[in-house]
Each structure stands twice: as structure tokens, then as C-alpha cells.
């Protein structure tokens, strides 16, 4: 069995709950059960009194201390209850575990929402395993080293073991019974080589164990208790912050003694987990002990974010009904209503989606937005924020009477930290790390062109500061320094490159800035911050605008790059960042030289797609139903099937020539999520399936049934109707699977290059029976639209793409009459039974194999994004039954003469 998670810690023997996930108990009276003490302290070499005295303390200690989350520098923090419990909100990140045995990393492997460093990667050796739930390596792992960044976990992972263990519910992470009931010690690390370098340079770490609980929490006694149960083997052992001790000899000197002591006594059965950051690890890793094993923490994914979320706002529901006066904010809070809220930030804006995966940036989310401070969907506003509330933690965090040199306030600090920011992005991009030698030669040099009197003095005095008070700045441990997060960094950097437009030439020299990095991965979120920061805070719409139009108009060295870059900035804007004129002008640009720009790559004509989806795409057939695009197919005669080797059976067998006596007219693109949305508010229905909307909304819309397609083109059929766009004898329906075929390989005769007939809906009324200008069809028989060679650059197939992309980004796979994407990306329901070929060509004989009525499975046609190349074929056909949805199946839109009902 796999424990992800430690489901509730419960009342046992007398005792009140530690916590309850989803129940409504009171935490007021927590305490410890009565009997674990009692048989922790037995058997014992101290009087049995004495013995139950001191395993009770450390019991009663390690509960309080650790009953609840810490939100020390979190900001202000006066709209959240002061005391979360944190058995309650607790969600165990994931972790990999590092293989030593193999030869590589895992590149993809993201901490802190950055790429890990070579020094990093160095620091780990090997290669990770997959993710896995942390709290299943710990049971796995009875020494366990866990790696991670500030924010990842690392510490309450360590406070919520202690307070498991403390509570007696150390089985419910799976251990066996002689395991379950261990006692609990947490330690920090930095203390015991203080303690070293100080005082007793010969302390054993379990003679700092017992003075450690001696001198902090007046527990006296422990160390004929602490060396019973380490023989034993019922010591749970957590050490905290290896990287906390700054010196690297004295850091040499604690694993050493960690080494001995794990040497000494995890052979009796105790249990040990260590933490450190990564960086700072790898030079002093422990190599001596049996079992070891060591795993780096990962940032949060979707269903931890809204575990976290749930769970949080569960959490003040509960105390809000219990104490409706209390700092929580009053009675009326719906926990439903506040994590939808949270969770459709987290969704639809990816500013708030990349801190959300930080452990400690997210309590800080649910405090901002349990504050009623508005979580903004641009990213620059967001960042804001939590930069803010990081400098005043920063700021409050000092003892009274500190005065660092130079830095007396936030305005100081900002105009240290923007250039610094920079300085950090052009030395490490896309990393964020630098050394303290390095850092500390930039600050001198700072200071001295502000004329400090003594920069060497200034510079020493900043660097303390950081390391003592400092959130946003951090040491990151091995003597290198850097942002809390990657973003942060990005963020200031950011506004060092916005502050440069006060230069002479600092509107051309950040466009030079602007083109120089626009394809490089490291630098995008630097460029997106630093145009949204002149677009939104300062409010230069029209230079925000001057310096997009002239990224797209310089000559670059990647296709698309500037483009995809131009897109993100709109979506990560919006509307208020450019000024009017610009907002539409660049929108149309980005679709002409963007998505069907020439030489761009296909994955990159998705990422601008996407990017105009969040725009605001300029497309009206795209998005609106009435504005939808249909391409005329002719009547004709055409090779339905396909005898090839790639053919599969069905196709072949009675494959053959087919005539469709009537012309039609089959949509340009699957219907889109926005052509769905529009149609179920105009419809008044409900979506059956909620994922079919949340996609972006010029993405083919999936997650739909036979049934509710069905539905949808005979709703359709009376409303065009009714207004006129569609004929008397016409009907809206699904292809059949004839029409679909003819209409993806050609007829016999097809139009001229370029001479497709393409129209709006409002026009087909007019051209309802005017056919293009024919030729002979030169590949009557091709297994693509375009012809026999398969091309990604022409089909999202294959996982080359990944995902569902916007309709528009493969103009070049159009078929002979200019459908697009009839080969791969969506699935698409046709009208017709599951039956054998040949197909009737007679109106009986096809009104019988296009019956809707029953339950008879129903053809796919087109293939999808996941699939192979011999599913996107023309002629490949595909059965389902008409209730499932499918992540890759939707619908396209046929208007036809011949259907009667």
C-alpha cells in the first residue's frame, strides 16, 4: 500500500485531535495520548517516574511547538487565524530520489521554478527516479536525506513527522508496529557546529542532542533515556539545515559526526532524516552509511496546489464558524467559494500557476487573497505584492536598534535589489545563483559609485543583513546567494530593464535587449515583466506598444521568436498595457506573420496561438458561431478507402470508388471551446462534461459525446434557420464518413492551387451552389490533405506538440477545398454507423447507415495529437460508442442537403 499522505491525526486514549482534514473538531485542548509517554519511558535505567517525566516533556514539547504553521515573515497576516494547524494543512510534496548508480540527471528536474545549475546537478550526481510521494520515501528509507530549495518543504516536513511521532500516529505513514512509536527529536543543525566551533569542539552529536533540550526547553535527564531507546532502536532522528552551517570546514566537522553517529546506531532500528539545500550538499554528502538514501524535493503540481487550497480554506471555514469575532475575518466564509476562487487563479493565470507551485508562496497566496487583497491577472501586479510583502518582512524581521549601513528602508532596498536582480540575470540566466565573492565585489562597487564612505564596510553590512533578516535574498547555501524564487529575480530584473528608459537611448537600447534575448527560454519572463512593468505600472501604453511593433519588425535569427514573444507580452497584459490602436493591430499581425507566418515551426505557431487565446483572438470564425468558416466540397467521384501497405482492414475491404451526388460544406476547423460555450449559453444547456470548457477558447473543444454533438448541429440547424443563414432544405450536421474522406483527399477533380472557396457563414447563402474553378485531382489517392509524406510541420501527431492545439497553426496541411486540420490534433465524429464499406452511395442506402437513432458505435475520423501518423491518414477510420468523451475527441461542422428528418 502507498501512504501520499497522512489522512488525519487522531484523538486516541482520552486526548483531543491534533487535526482533522475534513472534519469540524476543536483543536483547542490538542495534547499528547496518555499512554506514549509512559511507553516510550519503559523500559528505562532512570526511576520509573523520572523516566515518564522526561519522555512526557519532550512529548508535551515537541506537540506544542510544532501544532501549528509557522507564518513569521509571511507579510501581513491579520485577515488569516494566527494559529494554522499544520497536521490540518499539511500536503507532502513530491521527491526523487537520486540514483548514484546512474550515469545522468533528469534535465527537466525544477526546483524553486528554475532548471537546476550545473553546480546543482553537480551537488546530486546521478540521475532522479520518478516522483514519488515524500512521505513514501521516508517510510521506504530509514535514513533519508532531502534536498530542496528555501520554500520546498524541507522544514515542515521535519515539524510534521515530529508532531506524527509526538502524537502517536507514526503508523499512519505505513510503518510496522515496532516502528510506529518512536521518539521524536528535531534539531538544527547550524546550532551544533555553533556549539562546536564555540564551545566544545569535541561534542558529540548526542551530547548535543541532550543540551540542546536541556538548555532550550529545560528537559533534563533525557541522556540515560536518549541512549535506552537509541540501542533500541526507537529514536526518530530529524536534523535540520545541514546548509545552515556557513563554514565548509565546520560543515565537514557536523557530517562527520552525523556519519558516526548514524554509523553507531542506525544499525538498531533507528530512523533519520536530513535536510539540506542543494547547493552546499554536495561537497560534504555523507558516503558512510549503510542505506542511505537522498531525494530532492519538487515544486508543487495541480493536485498538491488544490489539496493545499482545499484543505487551507477548510481550515478558516472551521474557525470562522467556531470563533465569529475572532482575526479570521468574521462568520461569513464559504471554504467552497474561496478555493474556487484560489483554484481559478491558479488556472487561468500562469504568473500565479509558477508561484503556486512554491510551498511557502503559496501560504503567502492564500494570506494575500484572505486578506482581500485582489490576486491581479497580470503578472507584474502579482509580483508586486509578494515583493512587498517580502522587503516589509525584510524590514520588521530586524532586531530593534539594527541599522545596516546604507539600506534604511524599502526604497532603499529596491534601489539596491533592481540592479542587482539584473547583474544576477545577466551572470546566471535562468539559474540566479552567484557566488559571495562575486556578489560581494558587485555590492562594493555599488556602493562606492553611491559614495558610501566605506563600501567594503557597506558591502559586509548588506550581506548580514541578508542572511539574518532577509526572505527575498537568501544564502542558498555553499556560499552562493540568491533570490527566494527564480521569478523574484526575474521580476526586479525586470524593472532594472523598465527603469533603463530613462537613459538617453533607453528606448532602443532595450529594444536592442529585447531582440538580442527574444528566443532565449532563460531570458523570456525577464523581457514579459520588464514590457508589462511599462505597459501596467507605469502606464507608458504607447512606448509599451512602439517597442512591441519594433520587435516584431526587426530582423531575427529564429523564426516566430519575436512573435511568440509579442504574443505573451499581450496575454500577460492585456488590453491596458498597449494603447488602443496597437492592441488590435498587433493582434492581427501576430495571426498573419505569427501562427501562418512563413518559416515559423510548428511548435512555436502553438505557443502564439496559445498566447492569442489569452489575448483575445482576432478570428471572429474562430470564436463566434455565426461567423464560422466553411470551405465548399463539390459533388463528385473519389476513392473512398485505401488499398496501401499502411492501409489497416476495414479500409481495404470494399474500398473503392464512391460518388457523393451533392455538393457541401464542411467547416474550416473543428469547432472550438468557444463555439461550444457559445452554444450552450444560447442553447441554455449545461455542459455534461466541465473539462470541454476549460481549454483555451480557440482550441478544438473535446470531452464531448456523439449524443451532445448530435444535439448541438440540430439545435444549430433551427437557429441558422430561424435567422436566415442557413437555406430551407439544409441542415447543420456531423460529416459522413464519405463527405469527410472526399473532402480530406479530394475528389476526382479539385480545385486550382489557391482557388479553394472559403466563407463566412452570412455568405454561403449567396454561393450555395457555385462551385471553384476544378482540375484533375493529381494525387486522387493521397494518404494525407496535402499528399503521401507524413510532416509534423503540417499535423499535431505523434506527442510532437503534447497537447490539443489552436485551430489555425497548420495552414499548411489544408486539404485540396482549404479544411485544415482534418489530419491529427482532434478526433472528429462522423454521422455514420460502424458498418463494413462499401458505402451506399443511394439516399436509402445512406439514410439507413446514417441513422441516428440507437445506440450503434459511431466512425472517428482525422486521428489526434497522441497518435501515430497511420491513424492521421485520409482513409483511417476509427469506431467508438456514442457515450464516452475523450481527451482527444471532438466535432467539425457539415452543412448538407442530403439529411431529411
Given at each position: 500500500?502507498?501512504?501520499?499522505?497522512?489522512?488525519?491525526?487522531?484523538?486516541?486514549?482520552?486526548?483531543?485531535?491534533?487535526?482533522?482534514?475534513?472534519?469540524?473538531?476543536?483543536?483547542?485542548?490538542?495534547?499528547?495520548?496518555?499512554?506514549?509517554?509512559?511507553?516510550?519511558?519503559?523500559?528505562?535505567?532512570?526511576?520509573?517516574?523520572?523516566?515518564?517525566?522526561?519522555?512526557?516533556?519532550?512529548?508535551?514539547?515537541?506537540?506544542?511547538?510544532?501544532?501549528?504553521?509557522?507564518?513569521?515573515?509571511?507579510?501581513?497576516?491579520?485577515?488569516?487565524p494566527p494559529r494554522m494547524p499544520l497536521a490540518e494543512v499539511y500536503v507532502p510534496p513530491h521527491a526523487r530520489l537520486i540514483l548514484p548508480q546512474a550515469d545522468t540527471l533528469d534535465e527537466t528536474l525544477r526546483v524553486a521554478g528554475r532548471a537546476m545549475g550545473a553546480e546543482e546537478r553537480a551537488a546530486l550526481g546521478g540521475r532522479p527516479d520518478g516522483p514519488r510521494p515524500v512521505l513514501d520515501l521516508v517510510r521506504e528509507h530509514a535514513t533519508l536525506v532531502v534536498l530542496g530549495d528555501p520554500g520546498s518543504g524541507k522544514s515542515t516536513l521535519l515539524g510534521y513527522l515530529a508532531l506524527a511521532f509526538a502524537t502517536g500516529q507514526g503508523g499512519k505513514l505505513g510503518l510496522d508496529a515496532g516502528q510506529a512509536e518512536l521518539l521524536p527529536l528535531r534539531l538544527p543543525l547550524a546550532e551544533y557546529a555553533d556549539r562546536l566551533r564555540r564551545q566544545d569542539?569535541?561534542?558529540?552529536?548526542?551530547?548535543?542532542?541532550?543540551?540542546?533540550?536541556?538548555?532550550?526547553?529545560?528537559?533534563?535527564?533525557?541522556?540515560?533515556?536518549?541512549?535506552?531507546?537509541?540501542?533500541?532502536?526507537?529514536?526518530?532522528?530529524?536534523?535540520?539545515?545541514?546548509?545552515?552551517?556557513?563554514?565548509?570546514?565546520?560543515?565537514?566537522?557536523?557530517?562527520?559526526?552525523?556519519?558516526?553517529?548514524?554509523?553507531?546506531?542506525?544499525?538498531?532500528?533507528?530512523?533519520?532524516?536530513?535536510?539540506?539545500?542543494?547547493?552546499?550538499?554536495?561537497?560534504?554528502?555523507?558516503?558512510?552509511?549503510?542505506?542511505?538514501?537522498?531525494?530532492?524535493?519538487?515544486?508543487?503540481?495541480?493536485?498538491?496546489?488544490?489539496?493545499?487550497?482545499?484543505?487551507?480554506?477548510?481550515?478558516?471555514?472551521?474557525?470562522?464558524?467556531?470563533?465569529?469575532?475572532?482575526?479570521?475575518?468574521?462568520?461569513?466564509?464559504?471554504?467552497?467559494?474561496?478555493?474556487?476562487?484560489?483554484?481559478?487563479?491558479?488556472?487561468?493565470?500562469?504568473?500565479?500557476?509558477?508561484?503556486?507551485?512554491?510551498?511557502?508562496?503559496?501560504?503567502?497566496?492564500?494570506?494575500?487573497?484572505?486578506?482581500?487583497?485582489?490576486?491581479?491577472?497580470?503578472?507584474?501586479?502579482?509580483?508586486?505584492?509578494?515583493?512587498?510583502?517580502?522587503?516589509?518582512?525584510?524590514?520588521?524581521?530586524?532586531?530593534?536598534?539594527?541599522?545596516?549601513?546604507?539600506?534604511?528602508?524599502?526604497?532603499?532596498?529596491?534601489?539596491?535589489?533592481?540592479?542587482?536582480?539584473?547583474?544576477?540575470?545577466?551572470?546566471?540566466?535562468?539559474?540566479?545563483?552567484?557566488?559571495?565573492?562575486?556578489?560581494?565585489?558587485?555590492?562594493r562597487s555599488r556602493f562606492q559609485d553611491r559614495g558610501e564612505p566605506d563600501p567594503e564596510q557597506a558591502a559586509e553590512a548588506f550581506l548580514h543583513d541578508v542572511r539574518e533578516h532577509s526572505g527575498l535574498l537568501i544564502d542558498r547555501g555553499g556560499n552562493r546567494f540568491g533570490f527566494l524564487h527564480l521569478t523574484f529575480m526575474e521580476y526586479l530584473a525586470g524593472l532594472a530593464l523598465a527603469d533603463g528608459l530613462q537613459e538617453p537611448d533607453g528606448q532602443a537600447g532595450l529594444v536592442r535587449t529585447l531582440v538580442?534575448?527574444?528566443?532565449?527560454?532563460?531570458?523570456?519572463?525577464?523581457?514579459?515583466?520588464?514590457?508589462?512593468?511599462?505597459?501596467?505600472?507605469?502606464?507608458?501604453?504607447?512606448?509599451?506598444?512602439?517597442?512591441?511593433?519594433?520587435?516584431?519588425?526587426?530582423?531575427?535569427?529564429?523564426?516566430?521568436?519575436?512573435?511568440?514573444?509579442?504574443?505573451?507580452?499581450?496575454?500577460?497584459?492585456?488590453?491596458?498595457?498597449?494603447?488602443?490602436?496597437?492592441?488590435?493591430?498587433?493582434?492581427?499581425?501576430?495571426?498573419?506573420?505569427?501562427?501562418?507566418?512563413?518559416?515559423?515551426?510548428?511548435?512555436?505557431?502553438?505557443?502564439?496561438?496559445?498566447?492569442?487565446?489569452?489575448?483575445?483572438?482576432?478570428?471572429?470564425?474562430?470564436?463566434?458561431?455565426?461567423?464560422?468558416?466553411?470551405?465548399?466540397?463539390?459533388?463528385?467521384?473519389?476513392?473512398?478507402?485505401?488499398?496501401?501497405?499502411?492501409?489497416?482492414?476495414?479500409?481495404?475491404?470494399?474500398?473503392?470508388?464512391?460518388?457523393?451526388?451533392?455538393?457541401?460544406?464542411?467547416?474550416?476547423?473543428?469547432?472550438?471551446?468557444?463555439?461550444?460555450?457559445?452554444?450552450?449559453?444560447?442553447?441554455?444547456?449545461?455542459?455534461?462534461?466541465?473539462?470541454?470548457?476549460?481549454?483555451?477558447?480557440?482550441?478544438?473543444?473535446?470531452?464531448?459525446?456523439?449524443?451532445?454533438?448530435?444535439?448541438?448541429?440540430?439545435?444549430?440547424?433551427?437557429?441558422?434557420?430561424?435567422?436566415?443563414?442557413?437555406?430551407?432544405?439544409?441542415?447543420?450536421?456531423?460529416?459522413?464518413?464519405?463527405?469527410?474522406?472526399?473532402?480530406?483527399?479530394?475528389?476526382?477533380?479539385?480545385?486550382?492551387?489557391?482557388?479553394?472557396?472559403?466563407?463566412?457563414?452570412?455568405?454561403?447563402?449567396?454561393?450555395?451552389?457555385?462551385?471553384?474553378?476544378?482540375?484533375?485531382?493529381?494525387?486522387?489517392?493521397?494518404?494525407?490533405?496535402?499528399?503521401?509524406?507524413?510532416?509534423?510541420?503540417?499535423?499535431?501527431?505523434?506527442?510532437?506538440?503534447?497537447?490539443?492545439?489552436?485551430?489555425?497553426?497548420?495552414?499548411?496541411?489544408?486539404?485540396?477545398?482549404?479544411?485544415?486540420?482534418?489530419?491529427?490534433?482532434?478526433?472528429?465524429?462522423?454521422?455514420?454507423?460502424?458498418?463494413?464499406?462499401?458505402?451506399?452511395?443511394?439516399?436509402?442506402?445512406?439514410?439507413?447507415?446514417?441513422?441516428?437513432?440507437?445506440?450503434?458505435?459511431?466512425?472517428?475520423?482525422?486521428?489526434?495529437?497522441?497518435?501515430?501518423?497511420?491513424?492521421?491518414?485520409?482513409?483511417?477510420?476509427?469506431?467508438?460508442?456514442?457515450?464516452?468523451?475523450?481527451?482527444?475527441?471532438?466535432?467539425?461542422?457539415?452543412?448538407?442537403?442530403?439529411?431529411?428528418?
Amino acid at each position: 500500500m502507498t501512504y501520499n499522505h497522512i489522512d488525519r491525526i487522531e484523538a486516541r486514549n482520552g486526548a483531543a485531535a491534533v487535526g482533522a482534514l475534513h472534519g469540524a473538531l476543536t483543536i483547542n485542548n490538542i495534547g499528547v495520548p496518555a499512554d506514549l509517554a509512559a511507553r516510550l519511558a519503559r523500559p528505562s535505567p532512570l526511576p520509573e517516574d523520572q523516566a515518564l517525566r522526561v519522555a512526557g516533556d519532550l512529548l508535551q514539547y515537541v506537540e506544542r511547538y510544532y501544532r501549528f504553521l509557522p507564518l513569521k515573515g509571511m507579510g501581513n497576516t491579520h485577515g488569516v487565524p494566527p494559529r494554522m494547524p499544520l497536521a490540518e494543512v499539511y500536503v507532502p510534496p513530491h521527491a526523487r530520489l537520486i540514483l548514484p548508480q546512474a550515469d545522468t540527471l533528469d534535465e527537466t528536474l525544477r526546483v524553486a521554478g528554475r532548471a537546476m545549475g550545473a553546480e546543482e546537478r553537480a551537488a546530486l550526481g546521478g540521475r532522479p527516479d520518478g516522483p514519488r510521494p515524500v512521505l513514501d520515501l521516508v517510510r521506504e528509507h530509514a535514513t533519508l536525506v532531502v534536498l530542496g530549495d528555501p520554500g520546498s518543504g524541507k522544514s515542515t516536513l521535519l515539524g510534521y513527522l515530529a508532531l506524527a511521532f509526538a502524537t502517536g500516529q507514526g503508523g499512519k505513514l505505513g510503518l510496522d508496529a515496532g516502528q510506529a512509536e518512536l521518539l521524536p527529536l528535531r534539531l538544527p543543525l547550524a546550532e551544533y557546529a555553533d556549539r562546536l566551533r564555540r564551545q566544545d569542539a569535541q561534542l558529540s552529536l548526542k551530547g548535543f542532542i541532550t543540551g540542546f533540550f536541556a538548555a532550550h526547553f529545560d528537559i533534563h535527564g533525557l541522556d540515560a533515556l536518549l541512549e535506552q531507546r537509541l540501542h533500541e532502536g526507537r529514536v526518530l532522528l530529524l536534523l535540520d539545515g545541514l546548509d545552515e552551517v556557513r563554514e565548509l570546514s565546520w560543515r565537514s566537522v557536523v557530517v562527520d559526526r552525523v556519519q558516526s553517529f548514524l554509523c553507531r546506531f542506525s544499525p538498531c532500528g533507528n530512523r533519520v532524516v536530513l535536510t539540506s539545500r542543494i547547493v552546499g550538499y554536495g561537497k560534504v554528502r555523507l558516503t558512510q552509511v549503510e542505506g542511505l538514501r537522498e531525494c530532492t524535493l519538487l515544486d508543487f503540481g495541480d493536485a498538491e496546489i488544490e489539496a493545499f487550497l482545499r484543505r487551507w480554506t477548510g481550515v478558516v471555514e472551521r474557525l470562522c464558524l467556531a470563533d465569529p469575532g475572532g482575526p479570521s475575518g468574521g462568520p461569513v466564509y464559504s471554504a467552497a467559494r474561496e478555493t474556487e476562487a484560489l483554484l481559478a487563479a491558479v488556472r487561468g493565470n500562469p504568473g500565479v500557476r509558477k508561484l503556486a507551485s512554491n510551498p511557502l508562496l503559496l501560504t503567502m497566496l492564500v494570506i494575500q487573497k484572505r486578506n482581500q487583497v485582489e490576486l491581479p491577472r497580470q503578472r507584474v501586479r502579482l509580483y508586486e505584492q509578494y515583493v512587498q510583502s517580502l522587503l516589509q518582512g525584510w524590514l520588521y524581521g530586524r532586531s530593534p536598534g539594527f541599522v545596516p549601513a546604507a539600506l534604511p528602508n524599502e526604497i532603499a532596498l529596491r534601489r539596491l535589489l533592481k540592479p542587482l536582480a539584473l547583474w544576477m540575470q545577466q551572470t546566471a540566466p535562468g539559474q540566479g545563483l552567484v557566488a559571495d565573492t562575486a556578489l560581494l565585489s558587485w555590492l562594493r562597487s555599488r556602493f562606492q559609485d553611491r559614495g558610501e564612505p566605506d563600501p567594503e564596510q557597506a558591502a559586509e553590512a548588506f550581506l548580514h543583513d541578508v542572511r539574518e533578516h532577509s526572505g527575498l535574498l537568501i544564502d542558498r547555501g555553499g556560499n552562493r546567494f540568491g533570490f527566494l524564487h527564480l521569478t523574484f529575480m526575474e521580476y526586479l530584473a525586470g524593472l532594472a530593464l523598465a527603469d533603463g528608459l530613462q537613459e538617453p537611448d533607453g528606448q532602443a537600447g532595450l529594444v536592442r535587449t529585447l531582440v538580442t534575448h527574444a528566443g532565449a527560454a532563460e531570458w523570456r519572463e525577464t523581457l514579459l515583466l520588464a514590457l508589462g512593468y511599462i505597459g501596467l505600472r507605469q502606464e507608458q501604453d504607447i512606448i509599451a506598444a512602439a517597442l512591441l511593433t519594433a520587435l516584431l519588425d526587426a530582423a531575427e535569427t529564429e523564426h516566430g521568436a519575436h512573435a511568440e514573444l509579442v504574443a505573451a507580452a499581450l496575454a500577460d497584459m492585456g488590453s491596458d498595457g498597449v494603447s488602443p490602436e496597437a492592441w488590435v493591430r498587433l493582434r492581427n499581425r501576430l495571426w498573419t506573420d505569427g501562427m501562418r507566418g512563413q518559416g515559423v515551426p510548428a511548435e512555436r505557431r502553438v505557443r502564439i496561438g496559445e498566447h492569442i487565446a489569452a489575448a483575445g483572438d482576432p478570428r471572429p470564425g474562430a470564436l463566434t458561431l455565426d461567423a464560422m468558416e466553411f470551405c465548399r466540397v463539390p459533388a463528385g467521384r473519389f476513392f473512398l478507402g485505401a488499398t496501401d501497405t499502411e492501409a489497416h482492414g476495414d479500409e481495404k475491404t470494399g474500398a473503392g470508388p464512391h460518388r457523393i451526388d451533392y455538393g457541401y460544406w464542411l467547416a474550416r476547423w473543428p469547432l472550438t471551446v468557444a463555439h461550444w460555450r457559445a452554444y450552450l449559453a444560447a442553447a441554455g444547456r449545461e455542459a455534461e462534461d466541465a473539462d470541454s470548457l476549460r481549454a483555451p477558447a480557440n482550441t478544438p473543444v473535446v470531452w464531448v459525446s456523439w449524443h451532445e454533438a448530435m444535439a448541438c448541429v440540430d439545435w444549430l440547424t433551427e437557429h441558422w434557420q430561424s435567422r436566415g443563414l442557413l437555406p430551407a432544405g439544409w441542415r447543420v450536421t456531423l460529416p459522413s464518413e464519405p463527405e469527410w474522406e472526399q473532402a480530406a483527399k479530394g475528389g476526382e477533380r479539385i480545385p486550382a492551387p489557391g482557388g479553394a472557396l472559403i466563407r463566412p457563414l452570412a455568405q454561403i447563402a449567396a454561393d450555395l451552389g457555385r462551385d471553384p474553378a476544378l482540375i484533375d485531382n493529381p494525387e486522387p489517392r493521397r494518404r494525407y490533405p496535402w499528399g503521401d509524406a507524413p510532416d509534423a510541420e503540417r499535423m499535431n501527431f505523434n506527442m510532437d506538440i503534447g497537447r490539443v492545439s489552436p485551430v489555425g497553426c497548420y495552414a499548411a496541411g489544408a486539404s485540396p477545398y482549404g479544411c485544415e486540420e482534418l489530419a491529427g490534433n482532434v478526433w472528429e465524429w462522423t454521422r455514420s454507423r460502424v458498418e463494413p464499406y462499401p458505402y451506399p452511395e443511394d439516399a436509402a442506402g445512406r439514410a439507413a447507415r446514417e441513422d441516428p437513432s440507437g445506440s450503434a458505435g459511431r466512425v472517428l475520423r482525422g486521428g489526434a495529437f497522441l497518435h501515430y501518423r497511420r491513424s492521421a491518414r485520409c482513409s483511417s477510420r476509427y469506431d467508438l460508442d456514442p457515450d464516452p468523451r475523450y481527451l482527444n475527441v471532438g466535432l467539425r461542422l457539415c452543412l448538407s442537403p442530403s439529411i431529411r428528418r
